[in-house]
Nanobody, 120 residues
Framework: QVQLVESGGGLVEPGGSLRLSCAASGSILSVEGMGWYRQAPGKERELVARFIKGGSREYGGSVKDRFTISRDNAKNTVYLQMNSLKPEDTAVYYC??????????????WGQGTQVTVSS
């Protein structure tokens, strides 16, 4: 089993910053990918940023140059630093991890989501 615990969401004014964290625990043998997605009311879930196999970073077009994804392998944690936030960044942010568990089973797990609201 895999547990993902997200933190760091909240209310921020336009132009402000927030940092989200997503800590993973469980019988994880290897991680194929980890990242952040978001879903605004009435819209589909979209990619924000992710690490893909090989360690490369991929960003959604609307957040490039404002958001930065990073990770701490020792802490099994992925972060999302969000700068220059805009009202259109308001959404529920979800982290996602996928890879292999001990025993060889594949896992693809989503966090519970954390609300980010950008408003004055």
């Amino acid at each position: 089993q895999v547990q993902l615990v997200e933190s760091g969401g909240g209310l921020v004014e336009p132009g402000g910053s927030l940092r989200l964290s997503c800590a993973a625990s469980g019988s994880i043998l290897s991680v194929e990918g980890m990242g952040w997605y978001r879903q605004a009311p009435g819209k589909e879930r979209e990619l924000v940023a992710r690490f893909i196999k090989g360690g490369s970073r991929e960003y959604g077009g609307s957040v490039k140059d404002r958001f930065t994804i990073s990770r701490d392998n020792a802490k099994n944690t992925v972060y999302l630093q969000m700068n220059s936030l805009k009202p259109e960044d308001t959404a529920v942010y979800y982290c996602r991890w996928h890879g292999l568990l001990y025993g060889g089973r594949w896992f693809d797990h989503w966090g519970q989501g954390t609300q980010v609201t950008v408003s004055s």
